[in-house]
């Protein structure tokens, strides 16, 4: 069964740039659409960013513009490249694998979940 693991959350100011990488344990990794959610307190999970197995992409209202979706399927692993950050981007991000290249947005199409990586941007 497919792991995932996240990493390169961390803390940086207003304006600043993270990279997040998603790691992938299965060699199917190819086959599955990725997503990245992410969750601040006391909200819901919200849909953030998703590349299907065709390398589509799709992003939230909120970042679009801002972040970039890839994936690099010989390594298999997904990443999020979030620039001009900002403090309401604050959360737990998740990355995410599923079947479903159609239905990217909402987190019940997606099987497997890492275990979550915090990124917090100060004013």
């Known amino acids: 069964q497919m792991q995932l693991v996240e990493s390169g959350g961390g803390s940086v100011q207003a304006g600043g740039s993270l990279r997040l990488s998603c790691a992938a344990s299965?060699?199917?990794?190819?086959?599955?659409?990725m997503g990245w959610f992410r969750q601040a307190p006391g909200k819901g999970r919200e849909f953030v960013a998703a590349?299907?197995?065709?390398?589509?992409?799709y992003y939230g209202n909120s970042v679009k513009g801002r972040f970039t979706i890839s994936r690099d399927n010989a390594k298999n692993t997904a990443y999020l490249q979030m620039n001009s950050l900002k403090p309401e981007d604050t959360a737990v991000y998740y990355c995410?694998?599923?079947?479903?290249?159609?239905?990217?947005?909402?987190?019940?199409?997606?099987?497997?979940w890492g275990q979550g990586t915090q990124v917090t941007v100060s004013s």
């Open positions: 995410a694998a599923g079947r479903s290249d159609t239905i990217v947005q909402i987190s019940s199409t997606y099987e497997t």
């Open positions: 299965a060699r199917n990794f190819n086959t599955r659409a």
């Open positions: 590349i299907t197995r065709n390398a589509n992409t």
